[in-house]
């Protein structure tokens, strides 16, 4: 395809066309250095890159969930001087007033709890550390933060290897989980890994599908780590599942450092300034007047992503609870092959429903779409008896990821090109808090409630769906107001 050029007033070159491979900034413009750097397949290398860094994130995490359950069980099997083998593997059938049922409660037990030490010794730090570093990847490029999370998840994987190899203490993983933290967590990933797409796609439709990408490649990491994880547990150790995925991530960071090219060039990073003017960055866009008509649609959409998040993130390990509880009696497996189904059902007809919805909908309504499929299927797995209406349930949740895209996708694009990586910021701090608030929020409510109504706390998620929905409509009916006057100013 010929090259052509568009002049505008100051003389500036948009939207290139190079052998039909555009190199765009999030607004449009191109500087020479963007479109030698980003003129080039391997700008979507970014995709595999956070794939490979969340397979090896989540595989680590459910060896590392799986471990501490197996040390707790044996400290108490040994306390109780029972063998190994008279512990029913199902918590169905066991005598619940037999000593093996009280060993596998308190196992159980305390496991969940240091599940939350470990939770809280990551979220914590990564609550500031994403604001800091996030806003910071402005002034000093996305590779940089990029290098920090796989650094820092690196080095988590590195000490939970040598901590399970040597048989230390298990509350020597909060001091890994801790030096995790401290680098964001796998926050930090997703905030760069979306401010990058932002910067090499145009708003609007485009910027859409290239959040979808991102999604897409996530749920594909999702669904094949807890398989390899408990493939190589049970054919080798607990250890190797982590040497496996520092592996990767040590590969996975040379293919950033060479092949990945930078997608914010120096003479568009805003630089000089402060450590509280970076911060504040992330803030200003809900709370500051610089920002107009638009500020009241930073808060709505914050707002519905957060009320969404908290039914999302909250429903994992309450949900797994619950389906191994009657009347489902699931086992380990038949709960992997339950998430894995759900995943793939939600990057196919989910992300890989994007481009049809935008045919006939606009953004904001393809993200309420999302967020009634997630209400749906909380009220479902609430009144849900048997197996077949769980996977009913998990069919209604199908369109959920639609939510965590658009939402991304419509702020990214009222965001300047400068921006994009505090705006990725914000977000990442609340999901943080978000998801420490959720998984002790349904914790406990499950543990009230269970008593007289087992799914009960899945209509409280439910509703958190539904006040993300108001937030939604009230989104979508003010903007085409604002649209409806803008167009008779013109007129």
């Not at 590195?158 to 890994?176: E, N, R």
């Not at 769980?390 to 939510?403: C, M, R």
Request: net charge positive.
């Amino acid at each position: 395809m010929e090259k052509q050029t568009i002049q505008s007033d100051i003389n500036r070159l948009k939207n290139t066309v190079i052998n039909g491979d555009a190199s765009l900034s999030a607004s449009g413009d191109s500087s020479d250095v963007t479109r030698l750097d980003l003129n080039s397949w391997r700008k979507f290398l970014i995709g595999p890159l956070l794939s490979v860094y969340m397979f090896g994130y989540m595989m680590s995490y459910y060896t590392i969930t799986e471990y501490t359950n197996k040390t707790w069980r044996d400290i108490k099997l040994t306390e109780a001087n029972i063998t190994i083998n008279s512990l029913s593997s199902s918590r169905c059938v066991a005598n619940k007033s037999s000593p093996e049922f009280k060993v596998g409660n308190d196992a159980t037990s305390m496991a969940a709890q240091y599940m939350v030490y470990y939770s809280l010794a990551q979220g914590i730090p990564a609550v500031v550390s994403n604001l800091v570093l996030g806003s910071y990847t402005d002034a000093l490029g996305r590779k940089f933060l990029l290098g920090v999370g796989i650094s820092g998840t690196t080095l988590r994987l590195i000490a939970s290897f040598l901590i399970i190899y040597f048989k230390f203490d298990l509350l020597f993983f909060i001091g890994a989980c801790l030096l995790e933290g401290f680098t964001g967590q796998y926050a930090t990933m997703l905030q760069v890994s979306l401010a990058y797409m932002g910067d090499v796609t145009k708003p609007g439709k485009q910027r859409t599908l290239g959040m979808a990408y991102i999604m897409f490649m996530i749920g594909t990491s999702l669904t094949l780590a807890s398989f390899a994880a408990g493939y190589l547990i049970q054919i080798y150790n607990f250890y190797i599942p982590l040497a496996v995925a520092a592996v990767l991530l040590v590969i996975a960071f040379f293919i950033m450092l060479v092949l990945l090219p930078e997608s914010l060039p120096a003479e568009k990073r805003k630089t000089n300034k402060s450590l509280k003017e970076v911060v504040g960055n992330s803030f200003s866009f809900f709370v500051s007047k610089d920002f107009g008509n638009n500020r009241w649609k930073y808060q709505l959409l914050l707002l519905a992503h957060g009320f969404c998040d908290f039914s999302f993130l909250g429903r994992i390990g309450t949900e797994t609870i619950y389906q191994m509880s009657e009347p489902f009696c699931w086992s380990a497996e038949k709960v992997g092959w339950y998430g894995a189904a759900r995943t793939i059902g939600m990057m196919v007809f989910g992300v890989g429903s994007v481009k049809v919805f935008q045919a006939f909908l606009p953004d904001v309504g393809i993200a309420i779409i999302g967020v009634l499929s997630y209400a749906v299927c909380f009220a479902l797995t609430a009144f849900a008896n048997n197996s077949s209406m769980l996977y009913i349930a998990a069919a209604a949740s199908s369109f959920g990821p639609l939510e965590s895209t658009i939402i991304r996708s419509v702020a990214s694009s009222l965001t300047d090109p400068s921006q994009q990586g505090a705006i990725f910021a914000a977000f990442a701090s609340v999901e943080i808090i978000v998801n420490l608030l959720s998984n002790v929020g349904t914790s406990a409510i499950y543990s009230v409630s269970v008593k007289f109504m087992r799914g009960f706390v899945f209509l409280v998620l439910s509703s958190f769906d539904g006040i993300s929905v108001i937030f939604l409509v009230v989104l979508l009916l003010g903007w085409k107001r604002e649209e409806r006057k803008t167009t008779v100013v013109k007129i």
